[in-house]
C-alpha cells in the first residue's frame, strides 16, 4: 500500500509540475456564471480581482472548482475543495475545521481566532465555519486563491482566501431534482433547484438540499453509528435588472444541521496511529455528543453604470447559533473491546452575527491606467460559553467548571488597486489597503459542582485598537499570445486577538498580537493548441511574522495560546490540463511545500525533544509545521461516450494524494504522523444526451484509506488508561444518484 501511494503521488508530481489552475475541473461551470469564447472552449471566467476576468490572465496562483464538479461528488462542506486543489488542506476536529493554505492556518482550538484563510460567500466574509453551513449547494464555482490577498479581499486572507460563489437566476425557466442513496452511511440526500424569470425584469432562483445519513463509526454504547447528519439547506435569490444601467441581486440562506455522535477512537501511544471504525463513548453528564446549528446569511448586491464606470455595493448579514457536546472515545486500546469511564468532556454553546457593506467603483477597462477603489465595514458580536465536565476516578473527582466569553468587534478599510497598461503586453498592478480593526472581549469562569476547581478559576478583560497595512505590486508581461509571466510582492495581516475558552486565562495572557505575512512569487500562464493544453507553475517564498498559534499541553489537559516569533514556507505549485480529443480530458495538480518555523521562543515542547525541555526556555526554530505535507497533489480525468443519438455515458475518476505529515500540536513521531496517503473517488454516469434524466453510481475513497484530521494525547490523571484520540476522517462509501433535469 505504501509503494503504491508513493508511486501515485510521484506521479501526480511529475505530471503536474509541467503546469497552478485546474480549468478541466471548472470547464463545466453553467453557461449563466463563465462567458465562453468560441475560440477556447476551456475559458474560465473568475472574479478574483473584483472584476470578470479570464483565469489565464489572474496573476495570482489559484485554482477553481466548479460548482457541477463538486455535485458530481455530493459535495457538502469546504472539505471535499481540497481534493482538487494542492497545498490546501482542511482539519477535522470536534471543534471547527480550519482551512491551511500553504501550511499556514489558525488553529482550531482558540474558538475566538480570526481565520488566516478567510472565506467568502458571494463577497460577504465568513471568518468563522459555522457562518458557512449553507452555501456548499447549487454553486456556480469555488475560487481558491493562495497567498496573501490583504488588498482586494481585505479580512484577514493573509495566507489566502477562499471565495464561494452560488448560482443565480437564469435568462430560462429550468430546474432539477437530484436523489441520492449512500448505502454505506445508509441514508439519503436530496437537492434541487427551480430557476427563471418572474417578470421581463425579475429573476429568481430557489435551491435545496436535505441530507439525513448515518456515519461510518459504530457507537458499542449506543448501538449507533456515529456522526448521523441531519440538515437542511435553503436558498432563495432574486436579481432585478430594471435597466442596461442597474442590477440588484438579493439572496438569502438557511441552514440548519444536526450531528448526532462524534469522530474520535482511540489508539496507542505507543505505536502508529491504528484508526478504528468502532469506539465506545457513553451520554455524559452534559448530554448527547454532537453539534446543532443553525444559520442565516443575507446579500444584496448592485450595480449601477456611471457612464464607463460602475458603482457597486455589496451589504452582508450573518448570523448563526451552535452548540458542540464533545467527549473522547473510551475504549482502551488493544483492550479486547473493554472501556474507561468518561473522564472529560465539554460542551461549547455559541452565538454570533455580522453586519458588513462594501461600497467600490471600478474604471472601465481597456485604458492606460484602470483603477478599483472602495471602502469597508463591518460589526459583529461573538459569545462563546464552555461547559467543561471532569469525571476522574483516580481523583475520586467529579465536578464542572463554565466559563464565558464575549467579544464586540468592528472594523473598516480603505482599498485600492491600480493597473498601468504600459504596453499592449506589458502592465505593472499596484494594490494597497488600510484596515482598521477594534476589538473588546471579557472572560470568566466559575466552579459549578466539584469539591475543588480543578483548573484555575479567573477572568479578563482586554481591548485591541490596531491598523494594519497590505500593499502589493505586480508585474505582468505576455511573452506570446496566451503565455503570460508575472512576478508580485504582497503582504497580508490579520487582527490580534482573545483567548476564548481556555480555563485559567487572565488579563495578563488574554490578548495576543496581529500575525503579519509577506509574499514574494512568480509564475507563468499558458494556453497552447487552442486551448488543448492548459500548463500553469508558480514559485513561492511566503514568511509570517508573530504567528497565531494555540498548542495543546498534554500535561495540563489546556491549550497554550499566542504568538509564535517567525515561520517560512516555500515551494513550487503547477498544473497541467489538456484536451486531446473531444469528450475526454486530463488534469494533474501538484505542490511541494517547505515550512519550517524561523523562531519561535516560549514554544510547548514537542515529543521528540528531551525530557528536560520547558517551554520558557524552548525555541523551536528549525522545526517544522504541523499539518503540512511536502507533497499534494491530484489527478482528474474524464471522459464521455455517445452509445446513441439518446444515450451517453460518463466517467470521472479523482486521485488525490500527500505525503505524511504531523497531525498532533506536540509532532509526536509515534501517534503523530499521517502516512502517506492516495484517496481514488470515482462517478458513473448513464444520461441522455440533452442531461434531462441521469443514473449514476458514486464511489469514495473507494481504496478505504483510513486518515486523520487530527490526534491528541489524553493523559493520566485526566484518564485512568493514557490513549491517542484521534479524529477519523470519512472511509469509503458508495451510493446511488438519480436526477431530472427540465
Known amino acids: 500500500m505504501k509503494a503504491r501511494n508513493q508511486f501515485l503521488l510521484s506521479g501526480v508530481a511529475a505530471i503536474a509540475m509541467l503546469g497552478c489552475a485546474a480549468p478541466a475541473m471548472a470547464q463545466t461551470a453553467p453557461a449563466d456564471t463563465a462567458d465562453i469564447d468560441d475560440s477556447n472552449t476551456n475559458e474560465i471566467i473568475v472574479t478574483a480581482q ?48 480550519v482551512i491551511y493554505i500553504r501550511g499556514f492556518g489558525s488553529p482550531p482550538a482558540n474558538f475566538a481566532f480570526d481565520q488566516s484563510v478567510s472565506l467568502y460567500v458571494d463577497g460577504i466574509y465568513a471568518g468563522r465555519n459555522r457562518q ?44 432539477a431534482i437530484t436523489g441520492l442513496y449512500n448505502f454505506d452511511h445508509k441514508g439519503t440526500d436530496f437537492s434541487g433547484y427551480l430557476s427563471g424569470p418572474i417578470t421581463d425584469t425579475l429573476g429568481a432562483r430557489f435551491a435545496y438540499k436535505i441530507v439525513n445519513q448515518d456515519g461510518y463509526i459504530y457507537n458499542r454504547a449506543t448501538d449507533h453509528d456515529d456522526p448521523e447528519i441531519k440538515s437542511q439547506l435553503l436558498r432563495l435569490t432574486l436579481k432585478w435588472e430594471p435597466s442596461d444601467n442597474f442590477d440588484y441581486t438579493a439572496k438569502v440562506e438557511y441552514g440548519k444541521r444536526t450531528v448526532i455522535g462524534g469522530i474520535t477512537v482511540s489508539s496507542p501511544l505507543t505505536s502508529g496511529q491504528d484508526p478504528q471504525t468502532t469506539r465506545y463513548l457513553e451520554r455524559s453528564a452534559l448530554g448527547d455528543e454532537g453539534n446543532k446549528n443553525k444559520s442565516v446569511m443575507i446579500s444584496g448586491v448592485g450595480n449601477l453604470a456611471l457612464g464607463d464606470f460602475t458603482l457597486t455595493s455589496v451589504t452582508g448579514y450573518s448570523w448563526f447559533k451552535s452548540k458542540i457536546v464533545n467527549g473522547f472515545d473510551q475504549t482502551i486500546p488493544n483492550g479486547g473491546g473493554a472501556f474507561v469511564p468518561n473522564s472529560v468532556y465539554n460542551a461549547f454553546p455559541e452565538r454570533f452575527d455580522q453586519i458588513s457593506q462594501e461600497i467600490r467603483i471600478l474604471s ?49 478599510s480603505v482599498f485600492g488597486q491600480a493597473t498601468f497598461n504600459i504596453s499592449d503586453a506589458f502592465r505593472a ?73 481556555t480555563l485559567g486565562t487572565r488579563s495578563a495572557t488574554f490578548t495576543f498580537e496581529p500575525e503579519q505575512s509577506e509574499n514574494f512569487e512568480a509564475g507563468i500562464k499558458s494556453t497552447l493548441f487552442d486551448g488543448k493544453v492548459v500548463a500553469n507553475v508558480s514559485a513561492y517564498h511566503t514568511k509570517f511574522k508573530d504567528l497565531q498559534v494555540s498548542v495543546y499541553q498534554p500535561a495540563t489537559s489546556s491549550y497554550l495560546t499566542g504568538n509564535a516569533a517567525a515561520a517560512t514556507s516555500k515551494g513550487l505549485e503547477g498544473s497541467l490540463s489538456i484536451f486531446p480529443i473531444p469528450n475526454f480530458d486530463i488534469s494533474a495538480s501538484a505542490a511541494y511545500s517547505d515550512i519550517k518555523y524561523d523562531d519561535y521562543p516560549g514554544a510547548a515542547c514537542l515529543a521528540s525533544q528531551p525530557l528536560t525541555c520547558a517551554p520558557a526556555t524552548n525555541n523551536l526554530a528549525g522545526y ?58 470515482l462517478r458513473v454516469q448513464l444520461a441522455d444526451q440533452d442531461d434531462s434524466w441521469h443514473v449514476a453510481l458514486v464511489g469514495k475513497n473507494l481504496t478505504n484509506e483510513k486518515t486523520i484530521g487530527s490526534a491528541f494525547n489524553l493523559p493520566a490523571p485526566i484518564t485512568a488508561t493514557p490513549r491517542a484520540i484521534l479524529y477519523l476522517e470519512p472511509t469509503r462509501n458508495i451510493s446511488v444518484e438519480a436526477g431530472i433535469k427540465f
Open 624 to 681: 517544522p509545521v504541523a499539518y503540512s505535507s511536502k507533497y499534494t497533489g491530484s489527478v482528474t480525468a474524464h471522459a464521455r461516450f455517445d452509445l446513441s443519438s439518446d444515450l451517453k455515458f460518463d466517467i470521472t475518476g479523482v486521485a488525490s494524494a500527500r505525503s505524511k505529515y504531523f497531525n498532533s500540536d506536540n509532532q509526536s513521531p509515534i501517534f503523530g504522523v499521517q502516512g502517506g496517503y492516495a484517496k481514488l473517488d
Open 429 to 501: 498592478i499596484g494594490s494597497l489597503r488600510y484596515s482598521h480593526t477594534k476589538k473588546d472581549g471579557d472572560f470568566a469562569s466559575r466552579l459549578v459542582y466539584g469539591p475543588f476547581a480543578l483548573r484555575p478559576i479567573s477572568s479578563a478583560t482586554g481591548s485591541i485598537s490596531e491598523g494594519n497595512v497590505d500593499p502589493s505590486v505586480t508585474l505582468q508581461y505576455d511573452i506570446a499570445p496566451r503565455i503570460m509571466v508575472y512576478a508580485t510582492w504582497g503582504r497580508g495581516s490579520k487582527s490580534g486577538g482573545f483567548v476564548s475558552n
Open 132 to 175: 458557512a453551513q449553507a452555501p456548499f449547494f447549487d454553486l456556480a464555482r469555488v475560487e481558491v486563491l493562495r497567498g496573501p490577498q490583504g488588498a482586494l479581499f481585505g479580512k484577514n486572507t493573509a495566507a489566502g482566501a477562499v471565495s464561494v460563489v452560488s448560482a443565480g437566476p437564469t435568462k430560462d425557466f429550468e430546474g
Open 50 to 97: 473584483k472584476r470578470e476576468q479570464n483565469l489565464q490572465n489572474v496573476p495570482i496562483s489559484m485554482e477553481v472548482v466548479s460548482g457541477a464538479k463538486l455535485a458530481e461528488f455530493n459535495t457538502s462542506d469546504i472539505k471535499a475543495v481540497m481534493n482538487y486543489t494542492p497545498n490546501v488542506f482542511v482539519q477535522s476536529t470536534a471543534g471547527n475545521d
Open 364 to 412: 472601465p477597462t481597456g485604458k492606460t491606467f484602470e483603477f478599483i477603489a472602495g471602502a469597508y465595514y463591518d460589526k459583529s458580536d461573538y459569545t462563546l460559553e464552555q461547559f467543561q465536565g471532569f469525571n476522574i476516578a483516580s481523583l475520586n473527582y467529579f465536578g464542572r467548571i463554565d466559563s464565558i466569553f464575549r467579544q464586540k468587534a468592528e472594523s473598516w
